[in-house]
Each structure stands twice: as C-alpha cells, then as structure tokens.
C-alpha cells in the first residue's frame, strides 16, 4: 500500500513539476506548482511525518501559493510567447538533462545504498508533541534565529514598499 | 476486512446524512430568514415546504450545463470541484459521540481520528480558497475575478485571528486530536460548570470562542462577511458564470463549511457530545422532553388547524417526534442517541446563530471589513493566546 501510494504521489509531483515549466501561461504553472507541494505533503506523510505533511499543507499549498496566485491575478499576467531559442539549446538540451538525470541518480544510488527512514539527527517521529519538544529543546536557537530572520525579511518589505510610496 | 466493511458502511451513513443535512440546511435557512422578515418562507412544494430541497435538486440537474465561450475551460471545471471537495472532506474527522456497540462490533462514532486533527481541519480549509479564487478568474469576466479576489484576500486575512483562536484553547487541552479535545473537556468543576474550554480554568476561553465564530463567518463568506458575493457591486460574484450543478456546487461548499466551522466551534469550545449538565441531574431526559413537547405541540395544532392540510400534516409530524422520543429512551439506542443529540443541538444552534446572525446584520463595508480583521480581530486573538499561555505556565 505504502508503495503503491508512493509511486502514484510521487508521479503526480514530478508531472506537476513538469508541467509547471512547461505551461505558457502564470496561473497554470502556479495551480502545477501547487499540485507538487501537495503530493509532497502526503509523500512527507508516507515517511510517518505527520506534522510537516500539515505544516508544508497550511504554509506552502495554502498561504504561499495564494499569494503567488493572488499576485499573478492582480498583475493580470498573460501568456508567456516564445521567442528565438537558441540552435545551441535545441541541439543539447535534452541530452544534458538527461546527462544530469542519470548523474543525479548515480550519486543518489551510490551514497546511500540501503537508505531506510528519514532521520534528523538523533530525532525520529512526526508526532506534532514529539516535533515540539525537539524543536524548543534541542533546536531553539535554530528555530527563534529562523523567526529573527523572517521578521528581518518582513521589516525590510516595508522599508522598501514604503520607499515606493514617498 | 473488517475494518475495511465498517468504514465503508460508516462513510455511506456520514456521507447520506451530510448530504440530506445540506439540503435541508438551506431549506432550515430560507424559513427562518422568511419568518425572521414576517414571510411564510417555502409552502408550495410538500406541506411546510419540505420537498423543496428535492426540487431544488432536481432542478439543478436538469439544468442546461452552459460553459461560456471565454473560461479557461480546465480552471473553470476543477474549482466547482475543488472547493467541494476541500469543504467535505473536513467532515470525515470530526467526531459526532463517544465509543459505541453495533452488532457486536465496538466503533467510535467518528470516521477517523488523525493526531493532526486540527491541523488537517485548517489545511482544508485553506485548500478550499483555491476553489473560489480560480472559478473568479478562469470565468474570464471582471464580477467574477472581483469577486475572487475578494474572497481569497478576505479567506488570507481571517484564517490568521482564527488560527490564533483555535491555539488558545489548545494550551488548556494539550492535545491536536479531536477525540482527544473533546474527551478532555469531559467532568464537571464543582459537580455542574462543565470543564468545557469556555468554562475552563485557568483561564475560560470566552474571548477566542467569539473570534474563532466571527472568523468563522468571514471563511465561510456569510453576511456580514458576504463581500464576495455582493449581489449589488458585483452581480453574483465568484460564481456569476457558472449553472446547473456546478453553481449547486459551490452552494453546498458553503453550507458544507458552515458545518465544519460548527461542529468544530463545538468540539474546541462547547464540549463537544458532553451535556451541558450532568447526568445525575437528569441531563439523559432533555431530548426525549423536547422532542415529546413538540409532538405536543404538533398534536394541539393538529387538533386545531389554521389551515386545512395542517389536519394532516402536523399530526403525521407529531408521531415521528413522539417516536424520537420514545428513541431516547430505548436501553439499546440511549448510549448512541444521548451524545449525538448533545453534539447535533450545539452545532444547530450555532448553525441557527449563522441563520440569524444573517437576518439581522447588513453587510460590511471593504476597509471596515479589511481594518476589523487586522487592527481589531488579529490583535485581540494575539493578546488572549499570550495571557492564556501565561496562565498555563504560571497555574
């Protein structure tokens, strides 16, 4: 069951993916972009990370992706046309990404030959109680530095936005 | 495969009898406002108008499926379906009683417990925006596209005060499993006060029951919070360019979310199935009592009609309530029956709050509603997380 459900998410993440470069148009890629972050969510879910599934769900699928969404509608972006490609991307792209698929699956392969759960450190388990005690036990620095940052990055949007206005 | 037959019959009940609750909600709605208003409300279809939501039904499918010439026509198809999809999908872990016995086999009368219960119940919610904002801009008409992005920076804004609500009684209760929520509120302080989280020491979580609710309203894109759909600024809204059964879609989003955000205000604040008393009180006898008073009254008015068919009808009706009561206290039945009343009276009041609530306020105006979200609502929630996790952490 397990693989089962692994193979169809992880397949409808890498077609999404895809199909978020491959779309013309903004609001086609942003809803593809939004299917990857979701079958990741239930890929984190599978690996018995209950609480990332849900955070990756509200954060990223939710509140992120309806901002990308939200901007892209108010900006009322169009179609994306095509213009010269050049002969050398023609020529050689796809056998350099094939090149870079196959390379990337060698190492993967190579460095963990017998790869079993996922694990932080010592830490195992997605439980919201265990993920909570780790993360204002063993990692608090890390966690309130994140938060320092992301009040830092809204600070410095203000800053700019209001730049704008004067 | 046993598991597997129990869920399935478990999903077919839930699913009925949300579908038939959907149904009748609107039909519960349009009497309500209409006696609110001094009308009859629906009368024609069935006595008191009850078919009319079977007619409605049918009319809807029977109706010409017109997809206009300008949609994306991809978009335009998957939002009716998305946001239906987010708003039921919350339903199948919410908890409507305790542990009970069907032939033998004991089952929580709940689909399934996640341990990220709560969580779950916000990623859908936040799931279901998508719905609304792409059936505004795939309909490729300038209504529509206002009236998503209303809808999505309205659902953005008040899903931050209504998560900081929710954390708040979540420090009293420990715990992000509904079962789990509503059995800690179980027992009562002093032999009566039940230890719900409205009630609850150290700190009772009056103040983020009312903004959870008012937030509440705001999701589900109700008055006064209905900016969305202001038939007057902008024809219908997100949904001007859809019929038939994809505008019944959205419709049952809406009713279908009014019942998530009732049914969770019940579990997070109100206790979920547990009685407002205990008991030793007689708590056990509420619901056979009201439901044999209303077949009392069925039964008078009946025996005096106001008008011709209510000779008929009010005494049918007055049999099937005497039959419920007499449901309640069957030894048998009473474990199931006394906890889902329980649960089904606190979400139809605040169902009926919704209703009323919809009757009596008109609607807001955009910066009242924008301003009343970030310069009222967010920091109330904010200040009420912070002094309930200072009483937990000092009591």
């Not at chain 1, 050398?88 to 190579?110: A, N």
């Not at chain 2, 904002?133 to 998503?148: D, I, R, T």
């Not at chain 2, 902008?234 to 994809?246: N, P, Q």
Request: net charge neutral; glycine share 8%; proline share 5%.
């Amino acid at each position: 069951m397990d693989v089962i459900l692994f193979l169809a998410f992880a397949t409808i993440a890498v077609v999404c993916g895809v199909n978020v470069v491959l779309q013309t148009h903004p609001i086609s890629s942003a809803v593809s972009l939004i299917g990857v972050m979701g079958s990741l969510a239930v890929l984190y879910l599978l690996l018995g990370a209950e609480f990332i599934a849900a955070a990756q769900v509200i954060v990223y699928a939710g509140a992120i992706m309806v901002l990308f969404l939200f901007v892209i509608m108010l900006l009322n972006a169009g179609e994306e046309t095509r213009r010269g490609r050049s002969r050398l991307v023609q020529f050689l792209g796809l056998p350099l990404l094939v090149t870079l698929l196959g390379l990337f699956s060698y190492l993967v392969l190579r460095l963990f030959p017998n790869a079993s759960h996922v694990r932080f450190g010592a830490f195992q388990g997605g439980t919201p109680a265990k993920f909570g005690r780790v993360l204002f036990t063993e990692f608090l620095l890390p966690f309130e530095v994140t938060s320092v940052l992301i009040l830092i990055a809204i600070l410095g949007a203000i800053v700019l936005a209001r730049k704008e206005i004067e | 495969m046993d598991f597997f037959l129990l869920s399935l019959v478990k999903a077919g009940v839930v699913a009925a009898v949300l579908l038939t609750t959907l149904a009748y909600l609107q039909w519960v709605e349009r009497k309500v406002i209409a006696h609110i208003q001094l009308r009859m409300g629906p009368s024609r279809v069935g006595p008191h108008g009850l078919l009319q939501p079977l007619a409605d039904v049918i009319k809807l499918i029977t109706k010409e499926d017109l997809i206009p010439p300008h949609v994306n026509k991809f978009l335009y198809l998957l939002a009716p379906f998305l946001a239906m999809t987010m708003a039921l999908i919350s339903i199948s872990i919410i908890p409507f009683g305790g542990e009970i016995e069907v032939f033998g086999t004991k089952t929580w009368m709940q689909l399934t417990d996640l341990n990220i219960g709560v969580l779950f119940i916000l990623a859908a919610s936040s799931m279901g925006v998508y719905g609304i904002a792409l059936a505004g801009w795939a309909s490729n008409n300038k209504y529509a596209l206002l009236g998503g992005l209303r809808s999505s920076a309205q659902m953005i804004s008040y899903e931050l005060p209504m998560s900081l609500a929710i954390a708040a009684p979540l420090l009293l209760l420990n715990t992000l499993s509904l079962r789990e929520i509503v059995q800690m509120q179980s027992g009562y302080a002093f032999g009566i006060v039940p230890r719900w989280s409205v009630f609850q020491g150290p700190f009772p979580q009056v103040i983020s029951f009312f903004v959870f609710l008012i937030a509440g309203f705001a999701e589900t894109n109700r008055i006064p919070f209905d900016l969305p759909e202001a038939e007057n600024e902008l024809v219908a809204g997100f949904h001007t360019e859809y019929s038939s059964m994809k505008f019944a879609a959205f419709f049952m989003a809406e009713y279908a979310n009014m019942i998530t955000i009732a049914a969770m205000t019940t579990i997070l604040f109100l206790g979920g199935w547990h009685p407002i008393f205990p008991a030793a009180y007689g708590a056990d006898f509420v619901a056979p009592l009201i439901f044999a008073i209303a077949a009392g009254v069925c039964f008078y008015h009946g025996l005096h009609p106001a008008r011709r068919f209510d000779r008929i009808t009010l005494p049918v009706f007055g049999f099937v309530f005497a039959a419920m009561a007499a449901a309640f206290l069957i030894p048998a039945l009473h474990d199931a029956l006394i906890p889902l009343f329980w649960f089904a009276a606190k979400t139809g009041f605040l169902l009926f709050v919704f209703i009323w609530i919809r009757g009596t306020l008109p609607r807001f105006r955009y910066d009242q509603l924008m301003n009343f979200a970030w310069k009222f609502l967010f920091p109330v929630a904010l200040i009420n997380l912070l002094v309930t996790g200072l009483m937990v952490a000092l009591f």
